[in-house]
């Protein structure tokens, strides 16, 4: 099985940024697909990014030109850079690692925007 760990969460103003980490261990599967989703509370849980193990990114139409995804297949990490945070961003944020034994998900990071 493979563990993801979230890192980078935290409380910014409106108009900060947050590079949020998610780092797989464990089973050394290959990482087909990562991504990023969030959680607003009494909403659905949404994607909010991706990348395939090629390097092509997919983003929620409300983060694109804000949000950026990347890896590091190597590390087994990927990132989500986040300017120009908005309240609206305000969620828990989770990691998704798809690989050819399963999908998995970390156990979430609190991002939080106020002034």
């Known amino acids: 099985q493979v563990q993801l760990v979230e890192s980078g969460g935290g409380l910014v103003q409106p108009g900060g940024s947050l590079r949020l980490s998610c780092a797989a261990s464990?089973?050394?599967?290959?990482?087909?697909?990562m991504g990023w989703y969030r959680q607003a509370p009494g909403k659905q849980r949404d994607m909010v990014a991706s990348i395939s193990s090629g390097g092509s990114t997919n983003y929620a139409d409300s983060v694109k030109g804000r949000f950026t995804i990347s890896r590091d297949n190597a590390k087994k990490t990927w990132y989500l850079q986040m300017n120009s945070l908005k309240p609206e961003d305000t969620a828990v944020y989770y990691c998704?690692?798809?690989?050819?034994?399963?999908?998995?998900w970390g156990k979430g990071t609190q991002v939080t925007v106020s002034s």
């Open positions: 464990g089973s050394s599967f290959s990482i087909a697909a």
């Open positions: 998704k690692a798809n690989t050819f034994k399963g999908s998995f």
